[in-house]
């Protein structure tokens, strides 16, 4: 049915969702498109209107798309046939017959809000309950309450520091913070020893007066105490801090950048310091990675990598020292130039700690171990594609270095993001055995990238080939059977850190402590049943942007900076679940347990406590003779005939179904991953068989209780009114606001 133009946009919206896009609801399908791909396909419809984004920037869902062209015959598309006058495409599991459905919603969102009509708000509630229930199939994905920290042990800058550098020493409760022109150390067991130092710069003759200042860049521990290395006004230079003095150690090119907006990596293990920073500011040449401390100094050739931006680099020490590693992980330009392909691609590179350069004068001074291999990050069954390198995290193995684990965060063009986990062992074993990409010739001995022992220098004849082919052919896929991201999620997410850790059972957990770009922590437990969003944590005092992200799993301590202030969060937060034994078990936090009459800490209890992290119901795991469990709220209100009420539910667990029942009748229904601050149920109005007792009650799993209580008594008024429970006015108005937000944007293009 093609859309006109006397439908109103609540018709015009109907359309779209019941068919356009071909909703069958049997198997929990949207047309051919999963749930988990509508719901924020509707959404990018929204931000293709407000925010103009640009069509060479979208990416492809996996829908097959059944929704009418500008002219009302079929889409005409690269990724997709149409059928002539039936408005829909042909429907296919050819990926190439597939297309971007980003700008088609976007123009069904236009025909829609350009409609005169006014929208009921009866019909957004419905739309907006409908589509958090197709968006509850990432239930755990979410995090299931919120936790303010806001910042109790923490420290303010006295001036704003746009590009910081922080530097813990682990086991200590304190932190070294390189800002702008200043040094800051923070202890926060003992505040006296706090001080800043400015470590300023002559600006002389530097050209741009924004970069003119002294922005440390690293900070690092060496056995005559600290080294500090800051741009100064972008004549690169370091400074050793010892027993509380500060001295100049002159220029040092490759240890801190020329302006501190450009990308920049180094590496110091020892008496080797490796470096991806230029030499000289100007000579235009892509930045490269080097030994820039030890022997002999070393650099990636200038045709092994495309415009890389580097991540993170890491050692990995194996069972002969000659055959230790350097992993390195990057983005870089992508070399497949079809305009289907992503922009760019996410790369592990690998060398030879002990590589020697090679035998002729050509290669004397490169790196001649240099290969690469691309880090897959997709989810076939949803057809997402995670190419974008956010942040890595390396969790050393046990007992075996090939237990090594690599946690990535990657994103996509819409922010949405996904970790994936590889393994250290998996990756040497393909460089080890892979082809290379576009070679066809018998490989020489020693194989291209193969560690030589005895400080051997690497043949011509080798050189040559892993130069001249420097990707293998296999590509590096996350661990497990499915070979798929550990989860993925709607937020983006830019930091992360790992922590592993033991419970009370001597179980293993890995708990990922994942920063938002807007400025929170989620808090992620991985079990052998899956991953477990425990909470989102707001780490500081007032919300910024998260900048540096350090784990001390010694102390169990996070230190999280913004432009204005460090704070320290302890990795358990047990206080934050309230409610009695059930709550404190529903969380299923590996670092918690219930005590008998409180949620505590098992760092901070010796003793035994009940804990529940991989348990299908952990709430029958409390004493039924006392658990604790928090008791309803109980309200009675009494209101006039034929007004408008609505009764006010605060939401606690996201991963929980909050309900209103009226005379044992469900009323209302508020789905798992309900983003708002309550449940409401709105009460058009009140006619004699809609007064008496409303309660309304929270279903986590097979485990129910009644939240609140409210019994609603006639009072004769002739005023007609909306009232609402007085405890959530505010969370009322919170709740409202996503109605009010699409009624805006109804008004906006009328």
């Known amino acids: 049915m093609p859309l006109t133009s006397n439908r109103s946009p609540v018709r015009c919206l109907s359309v779209i969702l019941l068919e356009h896009l071909d909703v069958r609801g049997k198997d929990g399908r949207m047309g051919s498109c999963p749930r988990t791909s509508f719901f924020p396909l509707l959404w990018r419809g929204l931000s293709v209107l407000l925010n103009g984004v640009s069509r060479g920037r979208m990416e492809l869902i996996g829908c097959r798309a059944q929704v009418p062209n500008r002219d009302g015959a079929g889409i005409q598309d690269r990724r997709g046939r149409s059928e002539p006058g039936t408005g829909r495409t042909t429907s296919s599991s050819n990926p190439s017959e597939w297309i971007s459905l980003s700008s088609h919603s976007a123009l069904l969102f236009h025909r829609c809000l350009a409609m005169r009509s006014f929208p009921q708000p009866a019909f957004l509630t419905a739309l907006l309950s409908y589509l958090a229930l ?3 199939g990432h239930q755990k994905a979410i995090p299931r309450i919120t936790a303010s920290w806001a910042g109790e042990k923490r420290f303010e800058f006295n001036q704003t520091e746009p590009h910081l550098v922080l530097f813990h020493e682990p086991g200590s409760h304190s932190v070294y913070v390189g800002g702008r022109g200043k040094l800051y150390y923070f202890d926060f067991n003992h505040q006296e020893n706090n001080f800043k130092e400015d470590i300023n710069s002559t600006k002389g003759d530097c050209p741009k007066d924004q970069d003119c200042d002294n922005y440390l860049t690293l900070l690092e521990k060496q056995d005559d105490g600290l080294l500090i290395c800051g741009t100064r006004a972008r004549h690169p230079s370091c400074w050793l801090r010892t027993n509380g003095t500060t001295k100049f150690q002159g220029e040092k090119r490759g240890y801190a950048p020329f302006s501190p907006n450009e990308n920049s990596l180094v590496l110091i293990d020892g008496d080797h310091v490796y470096s991806t920073i230029k030499k000289q500011e100007h000579n235009g040449k892509i930045p490269r990675f080097r030994r820039i401390k030890g022997d002999p100094e070393l650099y990636t050739s200038d045709t092994v990598m495309q415009n890389p931006q580097f991540i993170k680099a890491t050692i990995i020490h194996q069972n002969q020292s000659y055959n230790d590693k350097i992993y390195y992980f990057f983005r870089e330009d992508n070399p497949d130039k079809n305009p289907e392909a992503p922009l760019n691609v996410s790369r592990v590179a690998q060398l030879c700690k ?7 004068s050509l290669s004397a001074s490169k790196w001649n171990t240099f290969l690469k291999a ?6 076939p069954a949803t057809n997402k594609n995670f190419n974008w390198l956010q942040d890595v995290f390396i969790v050393p193995g046990n007992k075996d270095w090939k237990e090594t684990r690599v946690y990535g965060i990657f994103s996509n063009p819409w922010n949405y993001s996904a970790v994936c986990v590889y393994s250290i062992g998996d990756i040497d074993h393909i460089f080890r055995t892979s ?3 576009g070679f066809s010739d018998s490989l020489p001995s020693p194989r291209p990238g193969q560690c030589l022992p005895n400080q051997q220098l690497t043949p011509t004849v080798t050189f040559k080939v892993a130069d001249s082919h420097p990707e293998v052919t296999q590509r590096v896929e996350p661990m497990g059977l499915t070979k798929t991201p550990l989860f993925h999620s709607k937020y983006h997410y830019q930091k992360i850190v790992v922590h592993q850790m ?3 059972d001597n179980g293993t957990f890995n708990v990922l402590f994942i920063a938002t770009d807007k400025g929170t922590i989620h808090k992620v437990v991985e079990s052998e049943q899956g991953i477990f969003n425990i909470m989102e944590i707001k780490p500081f005092h007032k919300p910024a942007a ?7 799993s010694s102390t169990r301590k996070l230190y999280v900076s913004s432009d204005r202030e460090v704070t320290q969060v302890p990795l358990d937060m047990c206080a934050s679940y309230v409610g009695g034994c059930q709550a ?3 969380a299923r936090d590996p670092y918690c347990g219930w005590t008998g009459s409180k949620c505590n800490s098992i760092y901070q209890h010796p003793g035994p406590m009940l804990q529940a992290v991989v348990h299908e119901d952990p709430h029958l795991l409390c004493p039924t003779t006392f658990s604790g469990d928090a008791k309803p709220f109980i309200s009675k209100v009494t209101v006039p005939p034929n007004s408008r009420y609505y009764l006010n539910c605060s939401v606690e667990s996201h991963h929980a179904t909050y309900s209103w029942h009226h005379k044992d009748q469900e009323v209302q229904q508020c789905e798992p991953g309900h983003q708002h601050a309550a449940c409401i149920h709105f009460i058009t109005i009140l006619t004699p068989e809609k007064y008496g007792l409303y309660r309304c009650k929270a279903r986590e799993g097979s485990y129910t209780r009644t939240i609140w209580e409210e019994e609603l008594a006639s009072k004769e008024s002739s005023t007609s009114q909306l009232q609402g429970n007085n405890g959530g006015f505010m969370l009322g108005a919170l709740s409202w606001l ?8 109804c008004l906006l293009f009328q």
């Open 435 to 437: 082809p290379l990409k």
């Open 584 to 586: 404190c078990l529903l």
């Open 374 to 379: 691309m880090l897959v990050c997709s989810d």
């Open 354 to 360: 002990g590589d020697q350069g090679g035998e002729s």
């Open 738 to 745: 996503g109605l009010l937000q699409m009624v805006a944007l």
């Open 546 to 552: 998260i900048q540096s992200l350090i784990l001390d």
């Open 134 to 136: 197709l968006a509850a």
């Open 502 to 504: 033991q419970d009370k």
